[in-house]
């Protein structure tokens, strides 16, 4: 069983972000699986690794995307991006310090502020930028 199913509600109609949405929830879940399997900590590094490396690369194309199609609410979006990135840095720096073990806290704060940060920052860009013929 994973742990975030990819829902229609996530779908955003573009396919950059979409993609790469599925990307980050993948990265989750291989955390979850390994969780699973009593090897969290051992795929802790490595998963943060990840998502700090494609986080990075998701960040940049979207921000890029939204400037290119000047949104008028873009400080937001790299505000909540920087926070995200922060808060990422923050748990990987406590789980390399022994201050942390792998818990559904590390997976719970990563699904619910993914769901939530598509679902209530992304969607607003969607019709805005659908209504420029992006997809």
């Known amino acids: ?51 700090e490396s494609y986080t990075a690369v998701h960040f940049t194309d979207e921000e890029k995307l939204l400037a290119a199609h000047q949104y008028p609410e873009l400080d937001a979006q790299k505000t909540q991006h920087h926070d995200f990135i922060e808060q990422l840095a923050r748990h990987r720096k406590n789980f390399e310090n022994g201050q942390m073990l792998v818990s559904l806290d590390v997976l719970n704060f990563l699904r619910d502020w993914l769901i939530k940060h598509i679902k209530y920052l992304d969607m607003k860009y969607v019709p805005f930028l659908t209504s420029k013929g992006v997809h």
């Open 1 to 51: 069983m994973v742990f975030i199913e990819w829902r229609e509600e996530l779908n955003t109609n573009i396919a950059l972000i979409d993609s790469q949405h599925k990307k980050l929830i993948g990265i989750i879940n291989t955390l979850h699986e390994a969780m699973n399997h009593g090897k969290g900590g051992q795929a802790l590094d490595a998963v943060f690794a990840e998502l």
